[in-house]
């Protein structure tokens, strides 16, 4: 492993073995602190780590049953039963297999008429929680993280932005129909630099680029991920692909 600044990096073989690679990191942390606040991403980065989850979970390795959970982001207007929302995936990806119950679990609801209320009730779930402790992300294309976009105020908690045209392109592999996307719903970097322990995947070619800023070390706001050099307790896993050769 790698330690570029303080991050640990790790580039993996392929697909499958980044994703047990970050889901081992997840079941080591969660066994650690029993009672954690997880966030999870939703996209087609985690589905392999969700599947190696719930699989350790059925095998005992891991028990969720203390944890409770916090939504990552959204695209405003979705609801929670809406094809690309990230409730949705999440639900079926990890939720419904584990049987976790709702009074655990506080997400977005980007199809409120309240949109700062809902930011506010994100905030206080992870300040009641002392933050997140174990964060999983994947990357934009355009380096974002959840939906801080490029350039985005990397003090802020969850808020409301307006989407970057790479990610209102990329976005619409989530739906079956044209999407209209305009703002998103999100946690804020802030939130993501104080969350515990923080893990980041990336595979496949078109995830060169934001990575390839990120290794350069520094906080660059064009690339959000980059942002992430100044985490504490960061791990990268990267397949080959997405690892810029040098
Ligand atoms: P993806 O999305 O996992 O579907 O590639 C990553 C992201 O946009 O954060």
């Known amino acids: 492993m790698n330690e570029i600044s303080n991050i640990h990096y790790q580039v993996l073989n392929d697909y499958d073995e980044m994703s047990r690679q970050a889901a081992e990191k997840i079941i080591e942390q969660v066994n650690t602190k029993p009672a954690s606040l997880v966030c999870l991403a939703a996209g087609g980065t985690p589905t392999g780590t969700l599947k190696y989850l719930v699989e350790a979970a059925r095998n005992k390795e891991i028990d969720f049953s203390q944890c409770h959970f916090v939504g990552l982001d959204e695209f405003v207007g979705l609801s929670w039963e809406d094809e690309g929302s990230c409730y949705r995936y999440i639900n079926e990806h990890f939720f419904t297999p584990l049987a976790i119950f709702h009074d655990r679990i506080h997400f977005f609801k980007a199809d409120s008429d309240d949109l700062q209320k809902e930011c506010e009730k994100n905030d206080s779930f992870i300040q009641k929680h002392d933050g997140i402790d174990v964060l999983l992300l994947g990357v934009g294309v ?3 993280l959840a939906l801080n976009e490029p350039y985005v105020n990397r003090e802020l908690n969850s808020h409301v932005i307006n989407l970057d045209e790479t990610t209102k392109r990329v976005g619409q592999k989530y739906f079956s129909q044209e999407a209209k996307l305009e703002k998103g719903i999100t946690i804020g970097l802030k939130q993501m630099l104080e969350a515990e322990t923080t893990i980041v995947i990336a595979n496949g070619e078109v995830k060169k680029e934001a ?13 959000p ?3 992430l050099n100044l985490h504490e307790n ?13």
Request: aromatic content about 12%; glycine content about 6%; overall charge negative.
């Open 234 to 246: 960061c791990y990268v896993f990267v397949d080959k692909e997405a690892h810029p050769v040098s």
């Open 211 to 223: 990575i390839s800023a990120f290794l350069k070390g520094e906080a660059d706001e064009k690339y």
């Open 225 to 227: 991920v980059s942002v």
């Open 142 to 144: 355009n380096g974002h």
